[in-house]
């Protein structure tokens, strides 16, 4: 186990709405990256959290937002669901804003309907 | 052109095999390399990094040409535990985020 937990594990959620999912990063680990995983895809990097602000972002639009809170944890919210969001959501943590090497969350599972 | 790319396979390999996988990347200025392992349905989970001399890890040997941008994965004497999702993934710069770009993994299934 990697130490770094997220939650909910699955979530349903209807198109339109909003949704919130939260991570845990590992003990002593100050640095919070989100990713999506399609279906037969590889994680696509949605943004990165370091110091409570966001430290780059990737590909998506503005309804995906972010926050990092002072223990380091970090929230995803996703605005306005579209059927496209559902996938699942990684969460990875890392020692230091520019260390690689990356431990992932179990993921949340989100089905958009 | 994508980022990073793969041969998703499915590769079908026998016990005992040796299997090879392999990755393109575009950014020549990428400064860190690396293969994850993803179980169905589970978290992707660092395998190992893959430095310019080559590194190698028991049964595994990941080899990276920085000249053709091309990083490459070993596994020697399959073993059915080894069947999984296997993602190269590329550090692009700027160097100073731990942002990592995935490729679309390579599938593989190791028979009795």
């Known amino acids: 186990e990697t130490g770094v937990t997220q939650s909910p594990t699955h979530l349903i959620k209807t198109r339109g709405q909003q949704v919130t999912l939260r991570c845990s990063s590992q003990s002593g680990h100050n640095t919070v990256s989100w990713y999506q995983q399609a279906l037969g895809q590889g994680p696509q990097f949605i943004f990165q959290?370091?110091?409570?602000?966001?430290?780059g972002r990737g590909n998506f639009p503005p309804r995906f937002s972010g926050l990092q809170f002072p223990n380091y944890s970090s929230e995803l919210n996703v605005n306005a669901l579209e059927l496209d969001d559902s996938a699942l959501y990684l969460c990875?943590?890392?020692?230091?804003?520019?260390?690689?090497?990356?431990?992932f969350g179990q993921g949340t599972r989100l089905t958009v309907v | 052109r994508k980022e990073v790319e793969q041969d998703p396979g499915p590769f079908n390999v026998p016990e005992g095999a040796t299997v090879a996988f392999n990755c393109t990347y575009s950014?020549?200025?990428?400064?860190?390399f690396f293969w994850y392992r993803q179980d169905c349905r589970k978290e992707p989970k660092l395998l190992m990094s893959?430095?310019?001399s080559g590194n190698e890890d028991g049964r595994f040997t990941a080899q990276l040409n920085r000249a053709s941008q091309y990083i490459s994965l070993l596994i020697r004497d399959s073993k059915l535990s080894d069947s999984a999702t296997y993602l190269c993934?590329?550090?692009?710069?700027?160097?100073?985020?731990?942002?990592?770009?995935f490729g679309q993994g390579t599938t593989l299934q190791v028979k009795p």
């Open positions: 959290y370091y110091r409570e602000e966001e430290n």
């Open positions: 893959v430095y310019s």
């Open positions: 990875a943590s890392t020692l230091e804003v520019s260390n690689t090497e990356a431990f």
């Open positions: 950014n020549s200025a990428s400064q860190s």
């Open positions: 993934v590329v550090n692009p710069p700027p160097s100073n985020t731990g942002k990592l770009i």
